[in-house]
């Protein structure tokens, strides 16, 4: 067993268990705040019923997700202590802000929220469910800014003694154009999954004709917020993807399985990749459009994954350099196709939710109620493709996965650990599942009090 291996799928596994949580709390918290506005700008009780119902989902997540991304800490000592050391000035910082401000700022008014219906004025408690939206956002900005360290390195020195990467500008670190882009489309990613969680909620519901003003109204508005976060987290997706063009080409290459550079590069709809010997069994594709899609013109170059790969040998010297392409070429596409069907299922929400008879169409809300699939594939896929994109590199351009292992760690204590955080997480996963489905299939009265 080889100990950089093991630790790469538990830190991958622990990641994505996590992040099955974090775009729920980002995107629903805002939703509840808005509900819970219209609240008290007009009076009606059912949006008070409104917020607590999809408030007790949100709580339920949140909850799950802290106790995951707990545990994820820890690896970075346990499994990766040479990253820890090669990188703890710079990723300390952006975490200890995280901790200190955002989540105690969000677990503070979470307390404010649940506790303070009947003892704090509408304002002040309406004013306590944005503070909770805040800071669950910040929370995932400092996040995000570290990230963006790894993905795009700025604002730093590199100690000659230590051979460690000192912070040079602090606000070149939180102003990073990576995380410019990457934290709205995090952002716009947990809109669309809050909204398509509760239209299934709502859909499935309706199919049985539950309090139909009740989940139809939350119907409508779901179906909207999911609607705007979709389209945003695509345009937003466009604008990263050629970012990364510049940036990180040998990610976008693999993305598209390009091998040769082309002058017009076409844009592939289906290949099969033959990794061993560099180059695609069947190859589908526009032409033109990823030369468009790249730079706004059919007549750019796109360089390929072979020239990106001895150019990566001549500035770093001999290695590995070639990424999965395999994997990001069908995670690219799964987070892709997701997001298309994720835009014409809330168009067509936004469309029939307007209407009277929506309780009628069946076979939608039956698909609705599937549907919420989708944003978890999506969001899944597309940290796959961003981190497994950039491989070998932990920090781009700095420190290899190789070099990040913890040196003294031998491969059945990792072995034992994956095995342990796998079945932990996945007995904390079904409770959650559980959990959510008892309340958001259930009465109203049974979650808002």
């Known amino acids: 067993m080889d100990s950089t291996i093991l630790a790469r799928w538990q830190f991958a596994i622990v990641t994505i268990y996590h992040f099955f949580y974090v775009p ?13 506005t219209k609240y008290v700008k007009t009076g009606d009780e059912m949006y008070k019923k409104m917020a607590k119902f999809w408030g007790k989902i949100f709580l339920i997540n949140f909850a799950i997700g802290v106790v995951t991304g707990i545990v994820q800490e820890f690896q970075f000592g346990m499994n990766w202590s040479e990253y820890s050391r090669f990188m703890g000035d710079i990723f300390g910082a952006p975490l ?19 506790f303070g219906w009947g003892k704090l004025t509408k304002k002040q408690h309406l004013t306590s ?16 800014i570290a990230n963006s360290f790894m993905q795009h390195p700025v604002g730093y020195t590199i100690n000659p003694e230590t051979g460690r990467v000192v ?20 952002f716009t990613s947990g809109m669309s999954l809050a909204g398509f969680v509760v239209m299934a909620f709502s859909a499935w519901h309706l199919l049985r004709k539950h309090e139909v003003k009740f989940f139809l109204t939350s119907f409508r508005m779901a179906a909207m917020y999911a609607l705007i976060g979709s389209v945003l987290v695509a345009t937003i997706g466009h604008f990263q993807g050629q970012f990364l063009i510049e940036h990180q080409p040998l990610k976008m290459a693999s993305a598209e399985a390009l091998w040769e550079t082309e002058q017009p590069a076409p844009l592939s709809m289906f290949v099969i990749v033959d990794e061993k010997n560099k180059t695609n069994i069947v190859d589908l594709g526009v032409p033109y459009m990823l030369s468009f899609l790249s730079y706004n013109n059919f007549t750019g170059e796109v360089e390929g ?15 590995d350099y070639l990424p999965p392409v395999t994997l990001n070429y069908w995670s690219f596409r799964t987070m892709v196709g997701a997001g298309s069907l994720m835009v014409l299922i809330a168009l067509l929400g936004v469309y029939w939710g307007k209407k009277d008879n929506l309780v009628d169409k ?10 919420v699939i989708l944003p978890y594939l999506a969001v899944s896929t597309g ?25 003294n760690v031998p491969a059945w204590n990792v072995a034992f650990s994956l095995i342990l955080m796998l079945v932990i997480y ?8 559980k959990l959510a489905i008892k309340y958001g299939t259930g009465e109203i009265d049974q979650a808002t009090h």
């Open 362 to 371: 069946t076979l939608f809300l039956k698909a609705t109620v599937y549907s």
């Open 426 to 433: 996945t007995v904390f996963t079904i409770v959650a599942y």
């Open 24 to 36: 729920l709390t980002l995107g629903i918290s805002i939703f509840v705040a808005i509900v819970e």
């Open 129 to 144: 469910a944005w503070l909770v939206a805040l800071g669950s956002n910040l929370s995932a900005i400092w996040i995000l």
């Open 305 to 319: 994954i072979n020239d990106l790969v001895a150019q990566a040998e001549a500035e770093y010297g001999p290695g």
């Open 383 to 407: 940290w796959l493709l961003a981190e497994t994109g950039r491989w070998p590199w932990i920090v781009f351009g700095l420190q290899k996965v190789e070099d990040a292992i913890s040196p």
């Open 96 to 114: 200890a802000i995280e901790a200190l401000l955002a989540f105690y700022m969000e677990s503070t008014f979470i307390g404010l929220w649940v």
């Open 167 to 186: 912070m040079s500008n602090f606000a070149a670190l939180v102003f990073n154009p990576n995380v410019l882009l990457q934290f709205p489309h995090v």
